[in-house]
């Protein structure tokens, strides 16, 4: 079991919105990563502790969307994403959850993500959502590079192929912070 202080620690959950979590992941599918980070939002809000939800999402004509040159550009769908793409799966949101949007892999660039953990007295960061190596690396690797204590919950994530995901929890999530089963993460007020 991993213990965390409540008054101290947040969950954040990347991109468990319509348009993401219903698409095939691995190792786990899109609603087991969505379940496990309905069960860890509930422990948290129970024990008092904050609870981000992260969505990603761009104006209609792309203008707020990264325009860097790489060799594989972001296809946006013929007439756009569909109806609801952006919002957050059902059940998910609390009224009292920290809703932050982002327009890039990350969760901190470009977001109030840092400040309104900082301003909650946040240490210690718990991660999970979809991808593994897109979304919560990223935002993992920022948590860390922001001084946070980084845990990832590994039942939590998904990624596009199982091989991605488990790169990504045996190579670079240990040198980032601790890696944990959702129900091995506990919260002591």
């Not at 698409?23 to 809000?45: C, I, K, W």
């Not at 982002?102 to 900082?118: I, N, V």
């Not at 690396?137 to 919950?153: D, N, P």
Request: glycine share 10%; hydrophobic share 45%.
């Amino acid at each position: 079991m991993l213990t965390l202080p409540a008054a101290t620690t947040a969950l954040i959950l990347i991109d468990l919105q319509k348009g993401i979590f219903g698409r095939e992941t691995e190792p786990y599918s899109g609603a087991a990563v969505l379940a496990a980070g309905q069960q860890l939002a509930r422990r948290f809000r129970t024990a008092g502790a904050a609870v981000v939800l992260v969505n990603v999402a761009f104006a209609a004509d792309w203008s707020d969307a990264l325009k860097a040159p790489v060799d594989q550009p972001m296809q946006v769908p013929p007439g756009g994403f569909p109806e609801g793409w952006t919002e957050l799966a059902d059940g998910l949101a609390e009224p009292s959850d920290i809703r932050i949007t982002k327009r890039q892999w990350g969760a901190f660039y470009g977001t109030e993500l840092d400040l309104q953990l900082r301003r909650r007295g946040v240490t210690t960061v718990v991660i999970g959502g979809i991808a593994t190596n897109i979304g919560v690396e990223s935002t993992a690797r920022a948590a860390h590079e922001h001084g946070y204590a980084v845990v990832l919950a590994e039942d939590a994530t998904a990624a596009v192929s199982a091989d991605m995901h488990a790169f990504a929890f045996e190579r670079i999530f240990p040198r980032l912070g601790r890696v944990a089963k959702s129900g091995d993460i506990e919260l002591q007020r």
